[in-house]
C-alpha cells in the first residue's frame, strides 16, 4: 500500500536524512509541515523552496496543512 510519510523536522539536515530513510523503505512520498514560526505567506514559501532543495526534487512531497502556522 502507498504511504506518505511526515518528515517535518527541526532542521533541513533531520528532514534530508529521515527523507532518505523512509524513502529507501518504499515511501510513496513524504509530507512536510511548516514551522510555526513562520507568519508571512513570503516565509512560507521560502520554507517549502528550502526544504525542496534540502529533500532533493524528485522526492514527491505534500504540504501538510498545519492552521497553527
Known sequence: MPSVVGVSAPGF??????????????????????PNTLRT????VTYYHQAVEAIGDDVPFVL?????T
Open 64 to 68: 501538510q496543512d498545519y492552521p497553527l
Open 13 to 34: 539536515a533531520s528532514m534530508r536524512a529521515l527523507t532518505r530513510a523512509v524513502m529507501d523503505l518504499g515511501a510513496a512520498g513524504v509530507m512536510i509541515a511548516p
Open 41 to 44: 505567506d513570503d516565509q512560507i
